[in-house]
């Protein structure tokens, strides 16, 4: 797998694997004191698709756990720290344990989960739901 694609065999690895969905941007994990950390997340809904593209800049594609149950989705995973120990006047940017879990607004279609991860930007594709409407036909009556 090549680093700009990870793409849907390996998202359905872990679909149908989320629980319970946090609704704080951090949590505390539950190894230590430390938090874990939301990264900056968009949500789009196209025509025929929910589009979620997650800021994560600095990881390897095969770094991420995709997972989806129902309308609830979740992205998680862990950027490490550089190596070596460092004296930092300021730091912003998280490392660590991270997430982001999101309800989507509409039911979609596990089996077409597509996701790239490319620049620091995770995007993944997630068809919507067809829905199937039967056709009624009424006969008229003169």
């Not at 849907?8 to 505390?28: C, E, K, N």
């Not at 539950?30 to 789009?44: F, H, K, L, Q, S």
């Not at 720290?81 to 279609?109: N, W």
């Amino acid at each position: 797998m090549t680093k700009n694609s990870y793409m849907s065999q390996q998202a359905r690895i872990a679909i149908g694997t989320v629980d319970v969905l946090a609704t704080h941007r951090y949590h505390m994990n539950p190894r230590g004191n430390t938090r874990r950390w939301r990264p900056p997340t968009d949500v789009t809904d196209a025509e025929k698709l929910i589009i979620v593209t997650v800021k994560n800049i600095g990881m390897d594609d095969g770094e991420f756990h995709i997972a989806l149950q129902h309308r609830q989705f979740a992205i998680s995973g862990t950027r490490d720290r550089c190596s070596g120990m460092h004296a930092y006047h300021q730091m912003e940017i998280s490392y660590g344990e991270f997430s982001t879990e999101i309800k989507l607004p509409t039911p979609v279609d596990s089996e077409g989960v597509e996701a790239n991860y490319a620049d620091g930007f995770l995007t993944v594709r997630l068809p919507k739901q067809s829905r199937y409407v039967p056709i009624i036909e009424v006969e008229q009556t003169t």
